[in-house]
């Protein structure tokens, strides 16, 4: 059975910091693609970061420069690092794993909540 745990999300003052993780099982974890995605209420999911098995990154405009995300192949695991917070950065984030591109798998989310 597939799953995609997150963890980290919370409450943080506006240009703080927050670290997600997602802890992948029951996948070939070193195969995939993975990916943070986020929905804020009312709007659509939309792409924050990818990273690829190899390790090729991508990023949206709104994120890049403040986060980052990483994996660790020997923990199955995928990071955001989450800089220089915004309020427009609150929403529910999820993780997501695919063989080729993300999408396959999906985690139940994780809130981040960003206060002025």
């Known amino acids: 059975q597939v799953q995609l745990v997150e963890s980290g999300g919370g409450l943080v003052q506006a240009g703080g910091s927050l670290r997600l993780s997602c802890a992948a099982s029951g996948i070939m974890f070193r195969l995939y693609d993975m990916g943070w995605y986020r929905q804020a209420p009312g709007q659509q999911r939309e792409l924050v970061a990818a990273?690829?098995?190899?390790?090729?990154?991508n990023y949206a405009d709104s994120v890049n420069g403040r986060f980052t995300i990483s994996r660790d192949n020997a923990k199955n695991t995928v990071y955001l690092q989450m800089n220089a917070m915004k309020l427009e950065d609150t929403a529910l984030y999820y993780c997501?794993?695919?063989?080729?591109?993300?999408?396959?798998?999906w985690g139940q989310g994780t809130q981040v909540t960003v206060s002025s």
């Open positions: 997501t794993g695919g063989v080729s591109k993300t999408g396959t798998y």
């Open positions: 990273i690829t098995r190899s390790g090729s990154t």
